[in-house]
């Protein structure tokens, strides 16, 4: 049964693991010690930013906050899904350390977690794609956790190092997932830096640092957050399905669009080493556009293709 394990670990030890992760993970990983109630303090950010989403009333709103809002929510969601999910986690294409490097820092803005975790989760996810196993699967465990609630769990915490023995060698990706919040903190204060100059220099937008940091970090990340995660609800709930898998994963035009390219999960699921998840020419994938200008730019390469059979047996009527 769900508990409240607030005694599994002592309060300057939560504290600490807000700025280093991979404190405890030991305890963490005892489910017998540790149970699998929700980790209260270390998810007190998480609620905190749901909350800081009703600041409008005292900050107001600007044109401008907004404009950067929607951008950041988009430069961000390429991020994740270019980078975290299509890099990280499959290795769909190549690109230099320097190059890995950028992108992990980048995808890191969208705070949802290290590159190293974000990739084992993701790999575990499809080992066990709606099993019991599967954290966030609407079939096993129902809508709101498989939305959100799977990240306040204790068993959810722990970056799980036999996921990404690929990863782990590289020095600098274990730093930004060890210490995970460095990216959100100094991305927030670029936002509040961002608002502060904006006031000074352009008063006549109307927007100012405590502006800008709740509609250009807060409001921006939690919708982020949410629309990242109905490929773990919707997509698995409301769709179609050219491709037989094994799990529930389905094709759904509408998230695809709101997520630059994921809600084509039915097909990712049937062939996950694709670059590209809009399989056919008419299904939008945003982020394999986006893909494909870096490697016109050579920051990227060796993207991976649908191969011709998978094509085939997903649409055989329309080649």
């Given at each position: ?37 929700i ?60 190059m ?34 599967d ?5 096993q ?41 460095l ?42 957050f ?8 919707l ?51 945003i ?33």
């Amino acid at each position: 049964m769900t508990q409240f394990a607030l005694n599994a670990l002592s309060p300057f030890r939560y504290i600490v693991r807000w700025f280093d992760s991979w404190a405890q993970t030991r305890n963490l990983r005892k489910k017998n010690k540790v149970g699998t109630g929700i980790d209260v303090l270390r998810t007190l950010p998480f609620v905190v930013m749901h909350l800081a989403c009703l600041a409008p009333i005292w900050v107001g709103w600007s044109p401008i906050a907004l404009i950067v809002a929607v951008s950041f929510y988009y430069i961000r969601m390429f991020a994740l899904t270019g980078f975290y999910h299509r890099y990280f986690s499959h290795r769909t294409f190549k690109a230099s350390r320097v190059m890995q490097f950028v992108m992990a820092v980048w995808a890191g803005t969208a705070v949802q977690r290290g590159p190293l975790w974000w990739a084992a989760h993701h790999r575990h996810h499809h080992k066990y794609s709606d099993q019991p196993e599967d954290v966030h699967s609407p079939t096993q465990h129902g809508f709101w956790r498989s939305q959100m609630t799977w990240v306040m769990d204790f068993r959810s915490q722990p970056t799980q190092l036999e996921y990404v023995k690929d990863l782990r060698k590289y020095p600098e990706l274990v730093f930004l997932d060890r210490f995970d919040t460095l990216v959100p903190i100094l991305f927030a204060g670029f936002m509040f830096g961002l608002g502060a100059l904006l006031e000074a220099v352009a008063p006549g937008l109307g927007t100012n640092g405590w502006q800008m940091l709740i509609w250009g970090f807060v409001i921006s990340t939690v919708v982020l957050f949410h629309c990242t995660g109905t490929i773990n609800s919707l997509s698995h709930m409301f769709g179609k399905r050219p491709y037989k898998t094994t799990d529930t994963s389905r094709n759904n035009v509408w998230l695809a669009l709101l997520t630059m390219g994921e809600g084509w999960h039915n097909n990712h699921h049937r062939y996950m080493n694709s670059t590209r998840q809009g399989f056919k020419w008419w299904q939008i994938d945003i982020t394999w556009y986006g893909l494909l200008f870096l490697q016109r730019l050579g920051l990227i390469r060796e993207m991976r293709p649908v191969p011709a059979r998978i094509l085939e047996e997903g649409y055989p009527s329309d080649r």
